[in-house]
């Protein structure tokens, strides 16, 4: 953890050095207790970091921004851990970090040491690395039964009165008071300072006696904050079971008596959420106070209970927020539905590793802006509601801000935390894009200029070594199909027919590899960011736009470095022969799906381009075909698109996008390229291949769909992928030909998450992809975007030769860790895009009032579940509120499905699939969080639907739909 210049002044003979010898003992990973000794070396001449020190050496170079006179601040441990936005603050500086803290940060969390090493080296906060654990002055021995805390916290106590009176007790003629000051929150270690001598204070203490700024009160994280919403009424006081010690937790997972997974939230119901056990492949249902404080994302150790203490999801929806559609399919998942069976059920015990974060959200709207404690809403609706104290009350009200939590006691309802930052205004559209990217860990800061100098110069061009290198594939009628307005361009095709017969064909993906080597700064940060990330408004890319836009994009009429999969196949589409070639190439055309299927449609376009564009189409049928009889799965999740004005890009229409043959050439094409690929690497790297596995779904997973179905007369067999496929092809319903797409939306959710793998840690019949009926898969289409991908050209080039492999790529436990980073940023990116659009969409139905038809996908015991197919948009209706007085009587049937409400002496029956029209507008009075909102309009139910001769503000009309009930 020394910067350069510190290690300089290190550099001296052994003989300015005292050995000290250190032993212990370790156990290692398989259970074997093992003895290390350590070599322990102090030194008399460690600087103490002070600018106008006479006695210390004077360190060389640049690097290191020396303490100033003034205060001067000791930080422990344990405020580097939970103070850090205190210590980020642009008021906090001069800051002496001792190496006892920085090693024991490092230790404890990977995220923190990060961010105060990101202060270290940054000269303008002058935080300065005092190696107290190397000084001859200030090294201390562990004394006989103390802890390893308890010794910590003394040789904090030592070095800050020695650098204390190291630095006061000499002449250095600076006009200003200098003094050492000792950060603890810890009561016990600040009494032990004082009685030393130790000038100390904590946190809170040293902000209301020196904080010259007053928002930095607010960033100071509490240990407790009152509870009660006013005047001492304890609104919020609730008794949750005391958690469990660690070692307890640790020892009872162990026995079997406790089970450890990840604990997710309901979006639904704030009540309710689950526990994923993954090395069982299954979940736990946890319920009211026995989620017992654990939050989003948080490794829990949860308590079965007996089976006679089951229960089934209450199936009861709380919110009334519509959303679009995600884009998705058999590859990209969603949360499975819940079942109406009863099924594990248990209790939070303890928990084992927080994953708390920086919350976007606003303040509850409140007249009393003046009271400090505030109750935060975060954006995100599986989080609860956090208690702040902050002196801002009414300058953050209408504010997107940032939250931290910082403790969650058992008597409080609400968690407590403290204010880091604003944002911006709520409703602005740059703000709101910010809170997409915030909480969904997109990182979209610009690339460094580090990253930036490994990019080649502009003009490029072809170089002659590379030319004698690769396959030149220039005279080839290669061209790329893609959407409107792509310019990272990954892949193109070819087709042309042989003389033997046989016909050729091509994929051919950019060498994003050739540009990218390991130990770049531009493979660090790819490694870190893993994907791009399209948004409704703008794209955050993974590489630098002279890579993604530029020199690796596969323009037209550009000659480009490519990796290429070459097989010859008989016009039946049955592979003769495969071959991976880098190559360059020089596409004849960069075409959209719309470009390409009117050349295919086009009788008289007889060009030799377009006979291979319909000879590929031709074959893509074939694979297609091929596919379904073998089990894959064609399902459907809608992908909306927005037309933007071009000047202030607002969205001013929105459409669910329409797939054409060519959407389907293309993707045959990639799926066939990333099989065959994947068959090679995990031949030859058998322990470290980078391979997409997508898990068989568990039985209960179908039920829903199988309910839904057998409600409309359809009989669904889920026995198999192939059965299930078959199922799906076979499945209409006279005068509702929409219903087969509803049912394939329907099982898109029944999937498992699809994800990224090392080869090495799985057994080959764990490597399937069910969606894709294929017993191997892998990405090699898409590494301008995927940095997946490029780890597998990487893989692929040293399996032919083409390059060498590097120690890292050879390391089973370096790519799982690269494989687990991967699988968390393609999920937050898909949320992302999700939450953009759903923005946009709010801004497009602002000030619009739509009628439009629908469908029921889901029956719920106070609601059902809507889908808009003309605009993707799916959200519940609500049935079991009114204002009048004559109150609905629900009645929920969970085995048809069905929601029988009766109102007004009449009954209206809700099944699933049925048609229903629906009004769309825009809830603008939650402005903590605004929705799109969803209307009944037929059915005519007294006190649920509105109006049906309302106006609404487009040419919409509102009309009965056919078959409604």
């Not at 980020?88 to 001069?94: G, I, M, R, T, Y």
């Not at 702040?388 to 009200?397: A, D, F, N, Y």
């Not at 291979?612 to 089990?631: P, T, V």
């Not at 065959?676 to 031949?683: G, L």
Request: net charge neutral; with cysteine.
């Amino acid at each position: 953890f020394f910067l350069p210049a510190q290690r300089e002044i290190l550099h001296v003979p052994l003989s300015a050095a005292m050995l000290k010898a250190k032993s212990f003992s370790k156990k290692t990973k398989k259970g074997k207790v093992v003895t290390v000794h350590r070599e322990h070396y102090l030194r008399d001449d460690i600087v103490c970091g002070f600018a106008l020190c006479s006695l210390c050496p004077k360190p060389q170079g640049g690097e290191v921004a020396l303490l100033q006179p003034g205060l001067i601040l000791v930080p422990d441990t344990n405020v580097v851990l939970h103070q850090l936005d205190f210590l980020e603050h642009k008021a906090v500086s001069n800051v002496a970090v001792l190496s006892t803290v920085l090693e024991e940060v490092k230790n404890q969390s990977g995220q923190v040491y990060k961010r105060l090493r990101s202060l270290i080296a940054n000269t303008s906060k002058h935080f300065f690395v005092f190696v107290n654990e190397h000084s001859r002055d200030t090294y201390v021995t562990a004394e006989a039964g103390e802890s390893p805390n308890d010794r910590n916290d003394r040789a904090i106590r030592v070095a800050s009165k020695w650098l204390h009176e190291h630095i006061t007790g000499q002449e250095h003629g600076s006009a200003e008071e200098t003094s050492v000051i000792m950060l603890t929150n810890d009561k016990a270690n600040l009494a032990k300072a004082t009685a030393d001598g130790i000038r100390g204070y904590s946190v809170s203490e040293y902000v209301t006696r020196f904080a010259q700024s007053p928002d930095l009160a607010d960033l100071v994280a509490h240990a407790d904050i009152a509870t009660d919403d006013s005047g001492g009424k304890a609104a919020d006081r609730i008794h949750y079971s005391p958690h469990l010690s660690l070692g307890d937790l640790q020892r009872g997972v162990k026995a079997g008596k406790y089970l450890q997974g990840v604990f997710h939230a309901s979006r639904e119901n704030s009540k309710e959420g689950f526990v994923l056990i993954r090395q069982q492949d299954q979940s736990v249902l946890v319920q009211g106070l026995h989620m017992n404080r654990a939050v989003e994302g948080d490794v829990v150790a949860v308590e079965l209970f007996g089976a006679d203490a089951w229960s089934a999801p209450t199936d009861v929806v709380e919110t009334d927020e519509a959303r679009t559609l995600v884009e998705g399919g058999a590859d990209d998942t969603v949360t499975p539905l819940s079942t109406t069976q009863k099924q594990k059920t248990g209790a939070v015990v303890g928990i084992i590793k927080r994953n708390w974060r920086a919350y976007c959200g606003m303040l509850l709207p409140t007249e009393n802006t003046s009271n400090p404690n505030q109750l935060f809403v975060p954006q995100d609706r599986r989080v609860p509601r956090i208690r702040i104290s902050t002196r801002q009350g009414k300058e953050l009200q209408k504010m997107r801000i940032l939250v931290c939590i910082d403790s969650w006691p058992a008597e409080s309802r609400y968690p407590q935390g403290h204010f880091v930052r604003v944002i911006g205004e709520a409703g602005d559209r740059e703000t709101e894009t910010e809170v997409v990217l915030l909480e969904h860990d997109v990182p979209f800061e610009p690339f460094s200029q580090k990253v930036l100098g490994e990019m080649p110069s502009l003009p490029w061009s072809i170089s002659p070594e590379e030319v004698a290198k690769r396959r030149d594939l220039r005279d080839l009628l290669i061209c790329s199909i893609d959407p409107p307005g792509c310019t990272d361009i990954d892949d193109a095709l070819h087709a042309r027919k042989l003389k033997n017969g046989n016909i050729e064909v091509g994929v051919h993906i950019a060498d994003v590899s050739h540009f990218i080597k390991p130990g770049m700064a531009v493979d660090e940060e790819a490694a870190k960011r893993s994907t791009t990330v399209y948004l409704a408004n703008r794209r955050i890319d993974m590489v630098p736009e002279v890579l993604s836009s530029n020199l690796c994009s596969l323009r037209g009429g550009e000659e480009r470095y490519a990796f290429s999969v070459i097989w010859q196949m008989t016009k039946k589409g049955e592979v003769i022969s495969v071959d991976f070639a880098k190559s360059i190439i020089k596409s004849k055309s960069a075409m959209t799906y719309a470009e390409a299927q009117l050349r295919i449609d086009d009788p008289a376009d007889n060009s030799e381009l377009t006979k291979g564009i319909r000879q590929l189409n031709r074959l893509a049928k074939i694979f297609k075909q091929k596919r379904l009889e073998q089990g894959a799965l064609f399902l459907a999740s809608p992908e909306v698109r927005f037309s933007m004005e071009s000047e202030t890009r607002d969205p001013i229409d929105l459409e669910v996008k329409q797939l054409m043959e060519t959407n389907s050439l293309v993707e045959e094409f990639m799926l066939l390229a990333n099989v065959t690929v994947a068959e090679h690497i995990a031949k030859h790297f058998p322990q470290v291949a980078v391979l997409r596995r997508h898990p068989e779904p568990p039985a209960s997973n179908f039920e829903p769909l199988i309910k839904a179905a057998k409600s409309t007369g359809i009989d669904i067999d889920a026995s198999t992928s192939r059965k299930l496929a078959l199922s799906l092809e076979s499945s209409s319903v006279p005068g509702n030909p929409y219903v087969n797409t509803l049912l394939r939306i329907l099982a898109t959710r029944c999937m498992m998450q699809a994800q990224y793998f090392c080869s090495g840690c799985y057994s080959k019949e764990e490597f399937l992809h069910y969606g894709l009926a294929s017993p191997i898969y892998t990405h090699f289409t898409s590494p301008i975007r995927r940095y997946a991908d490029l780890l597998v050209h990487r893989l692929l080039a040293a399996a032919i030769g083409a390059d060498k492999t590097n120690a890292d790529m050879l390391e089973k436990d370096k790519v799982s860790a690269l494989c687990d980073n991967m699988n968390w940023r393609h999920r937050m990116a898909q949320h992302a895009a999700r939450a953009s659009t759903d923005l946009h969409c709010l801004i497009f139905f602002k000030n619009k009032v739509l009628v439009e038809e629908a469908y029921v996908i889901r029956v719920r015991k106070n609601a059902v579940t809507i889908l808009v197919p003309r605009f993707g948009v799916e959200g519940p209706i609500h049935l079991d509120t009114t204002a009048q007085a004559d109150k609905p009587v629900l009645t929920y049937d969970p085995d048809v499905p069905s929601l029988d409400v009766s109102v007004a002496g009449s009954v209206t029956t809700f099944r699933v699939f049925q048609r229903v029209s629906v009004q769309i507008s825009v809830e603008e009075s939650h402005l903590v969080q605004r929705t799109m909102r969803l209307r009944l309009v037929h059915p005519q139910l007294p006190g649920i639907s509105v109006d049906p001769s309302e106006k609404t503000s487009d040419s919409s009309k509102a009309k009965r739909p056919k078959g409604a009930e």
